[in-house]
T-cell receptor
Framework: GENVEQHPSTLSVQEGDSAVIKCTYS??????FPWYKQELGKRPQLIID?????GEKKDQRIAVTLNKTAKHFSLHITETQPEDSAVYFC??????????FGGGTRLMVKP | SQTIHQWPATLVQPVGSPLSLECTVE??????LYWYRQAAGRGLQLLFY??????ISSEVPQNLSASRPQDRQFILSSKKLLLSDSGFYLC??????????FGSGTQLSVL
């Protein structure tokens, strides 16, 4: 089955700096890659996603890139703000429409 | 628009007691339904998923069970809770290969 590795597990940045979270997946048939943000005690919320026919997608300060050949995808957050502090999860969806999640990255933005 | 309701928000139960968590989805038909569990500070573990009424697939063998008595209703149960059942339980839904959305979660503490 699919295996998703996510790095780093924790990331601390200064407010205004950029943050990058990376994920690799194992199933070359995976075709959909969402990213979720989870604040403490809350539900994970979808913040951006990308399909395998696209290499990059951007939404204001966040962007996701996908390298199908290398089977990795990344989340980029620019001009980080304290409210970006949360746990971020990547996921990969295989041909059976099942999502496999990475282990999560705890992002801390220091003011 | 589609909404998902999950209750209760918090639950404290003694070891050996039964459990019933309920989730309902509004605004869509024949959704895929999921139960995830999240231990404190950990990732998302898929427990059960269902593609239709009465159709339940289990991802992790344990003392939990799931049922789908109606198209938009998903129930997580246990006859006797263990300490290790403590965690944040999340119901989720999707339609086909589309995005996955989570309910607000139930924080279960087994004492």
């Amino acid at each position: 089955g699919e295996n998703v590795e996510q790095h780093p597990s924790t990331l601390s940045v200064q407010e205004g700096d950029s943050a990058v979270i990376k994920c690799t997946y194992s199933d070359s048939a995976s075709n959909y890659f969402p990213w979720y943000k989870q604040e403490l005690g809350k539900r994970p919320q979808l913040i951006i996603d990308i399909r395998s026919n696209v290499g990059e997608k951007k939404d204001q300060r966040i962007a996701v890139t996908l390298n199908k050949t290398a089977k990795h995808f990344s989340l980029h957050i620019t001009e980080t703000q304290p409210e970006d502090s949360a746990v971020y999860f990547c996921a990969a969806q295989n041909a059976g429409n099942m999502l496999t999640f990475g282990g999560g990255t705890r992002l801390m933005v220091k003011p | 628009s589609q909404t998902i309701h999950q209750w209760p928000a918090t639950l404290v139960q003694p070891v050996g007691s039964p459990l019933s968590l309920e989730c309902t989805v509004e605004g869509t038909s024949n959704p895929n339904l999921y139960w995830y569990r999240q231990a404190a500070g950990r990732g998302l573990q898929l427990l059960f998923y269902s593609v239709g009424i009465g159709q339940i697939s289990s991802e992790v063998p344990q003392n939990l069970s799931a049922s789908r008595p109606q198209d938009r209703q998903f129930i997580l149960s246990s006859k006797k809770l263990l300490l290790s059942d403590s965690g944040f339980y999340l119901c989720a839904w999707s339609v086909g290969s589309e995005k996955l959305f989570f309910g607000s979660g139930t924080q279960l503490s087994v004492l």
